[in-house]
DNA sequence: CCAAGTGTAGTATGCAACATAGTACACCTG
DNA sequence: CAGGTGTACTATGTTGCATACTACACTTGG
């Protein structure tokens, strides 16, 4: 059974997206630490995707630590890690900058940015 | 001559790196509206890159409404333009809750992003 | 006028990523 | 021990990226 919904769109690679909705998922606890995760096969065919597209999936969120292989069994989610020195550095400083950049040429308001972030820190459950 | 500087890496395609550098210094006024900008030969000799990979970067700059043609000299930094409604929902909306579910997921506080956000918003001056 | 520079368009090649299909193996579970 | 699990191959077709090269219509500046 799948308990995260998905809807493709063309120009974004299928697993990427998919990885996207499972962190969206988790971060929103839809998915719970513990909960069990769709095996390879299982995902491949509730999602119509090729099993190769399905275990690259599992292996970055595996990879990501979000997911922990139980051999026999499948995947679990797993709890929430902190994020090391690279990762708290490419968001705060790389990312947000790419974000600032953007709104900046687009003359977007400073405040609009952050309201927009409140806004989404606050509620993450979209449709 | 180039007014703007690119350290190229690995994993992103060149010509973004290089619409990416030029938007940054446009909004960090190092280019400001008016100024001249390299010819599509002069970009891909001075930053030895394809003279096709040259001409991409300037169509999508032109297209962006960054850069004007002007035909039979070359092109030149336009002034900033308001953002469309599906610009400003693209931001402000889907790229802002990527930035929110990535920092979550890495249990990062909202006041980290902010106060990045605000940081990045005031010096865009780096190295 | 005209040489030189401009943007633009086209063909072609090599390379890598993505998604697909299919097969196979080692492992653990029930 | 049958069946499910992750994992690892090979192979094909498509697409995007970067390169090389040629060509054309245009405008500038001498």
Redesign the interface.
Request: charge should be neutral; aromatic fraction near 4%; avoid cysteine.
């Given at each position: 059974m799948i308990n995260f919904s998905i809807k493709f769109q063309s120009g974004v690679p299928i697993y990427e997206q998919i990885i996207?909705a499972v962190?969206?998922a988790?971060?929103s606890e839809q998915l719970r630490p513990g909960d069990t995760f769709p095996s390879v096969r299982e995902l491949s065919k509730d999602l119509r995707i090729n099993p190769n597209t399905a275990q690259k999936v599992i292996a970055h969120l595996v990879r990501e630590k979000?997911l922990i292989i139980k051999p026999g069994i499948g995947s679990v989610v797993s709890e929430?890690?902190?994020?090391t020195d690279l990762?708290?550095k490419e968001?705060?400083?790389t990312?947000?900058?790419?974000?600032?950049?953007?709104?900046?040429?687009?003359?977007?308001n400073?405040k609009?940015?952050?309201d927009?972030?409140?806004s989404?820190?606050n509620l993450?459950n979209?449709e």
């Amino acid at each position: 059974m799948i308990n995260f919904s998905i809807k493709f769109q063309s120009g974004v690679p299928i697993y990427e997206q998919i990885i996207y909705a499972v962190k969206k998922a988790i971060v929103s606890e839809q998915l719970r630490p513990g909960d069990t995760f769709p095996s390879v096969r299982e995902l491949s065919k509730d999602l119509r995707i090729n099993p190769n597209t399905a275990q690259k999936v599992i292996a970055h969120l595996v990879r990501e630590k979000l997911l922990i292989i139980k051999p026999g069994i499948g995947s679990v989610v797993s709890e929430l890690k902190e994020a090391t020195d690279l990762q708290r550095k490419e968001i705060l400083d790389t990312e947000i900058e790419k974000l600032v950049v953007e709104a900046k040429r687009l003359l977007i308001n400073k405040k609009e940015v952050i309201d927009a972030v409140k806004s989404h820190w606050n509620l993450d459950n979209e449709e």
